[in-house]
């Protein structure tokens, strides 16, 4: 599919169309919004079936949905898995419906910036007993916000796990598509992700699920760590 150019115009031109309406914001999961296309939720638990990680380290809570999607899956691996969860605000009445969820044993929230070094630190001791993490980076999507991100959460990714970013679509998108954000075409996680790849050789685009997907948030940001 993905090797048809006709086809993969027309899904480009339906992701623009329904992006524009909001189409991310029709689902929850397990009664929390989370904001996310289906296809990303299933190429999501793909990954983390395959990768059996003990410890989910997500940028960026909103209301939650992706941590308790996350926290269902690591429930069904079983074992003593847990997420983290990092936001700058984590509204009250977010973390009150998080903290009330059955899956919220599972969950840690840190509030802070992702990339103040104080933070950050709390993240490290919080996996530093693990031995396989996840990295999934959805908070501020400018250029150098997540290329930040990538420097500094890309070493606790090891062979045979993900570091994954979110929304670098946004530059496939029109120019002016958000008026009413500091991110747009040129500088977003998609340059930020090509940056970080300039010199980093631990990680290679995982081609092959972006490419069964046809839809995602995250052209280029499936990023499978090929070595330690």
């Known amino acids: 599919m993905a090797a048809d150019p006709e086809v993969r115009e027309l899904a480009q031109k339906f992701f623009a169309a329904i992006t524009a309406r909001r189409y991310s914001y029709n689902f929850t999961w397990l009664g929390r919004p989370i904001i ?3 296809q990303d939720i299933v190429a999501m638990q793909q990954v983390i079936w395959d ?6 380290v997500e940028t960026g ?10 926290a269902s899956m690591l429930e069904l691996i079983g074992g003593d898995r847990e ?21 919220a044993r599972r969950i840690r929230m840190i ?23 996840l990295v999934v980076l959805d ?22 796990s ?15 598509f958000y008026p009413d954000r500091p991110w747009s075409r040129g500088n977003n996680p998609m340059t930020a992700v090509k940056k970080f790849m300039e010199s980093n050789d631990r990680f290679e685009v995982d081609r092959e699920l972006e ?8 052209p280029g940001g499936y990023l499978r760590c090929v070595r330690d």
């Open 61 to 70: 809570i909103a209301h939650g949905g992706s941590l308790i999607f996350h």
């Open 36 to 38: 996310q296309y289906p």
């Open 111 to 133: 509030e802070g910036s992702s990339i103040d070094e104080a933070i950050v630190q709390q993240v490290f001791d919080a996996v530093a007993s693990r031995k396989r993490c």
């Open 211 to 218: 490419d069964s997907l046809l839809l995602t948030v995250a």
């Open 83 to 103: 997420v983290i969860g990092i936001d700058i605000d984590v509204r009250a009445h977010n973390r009150t419906a998080i903290e009330a969820h059955p899956l």
């Open 51 to 56: 990768v059996q990680p003990d410890v989910i």
């Open 162 to 176: 993900y570091l994954i970013v979110f929304d670098t679509v946004i530059e496939q998108l029109p120019e002016d």
């Open 139 to 160: 908070s501020n999507h400018t250029h150098d916000h997540v290329l930040r991100e990538l420097e500094l959460y890309s070493p606790l990714v090891r062979a045979g």
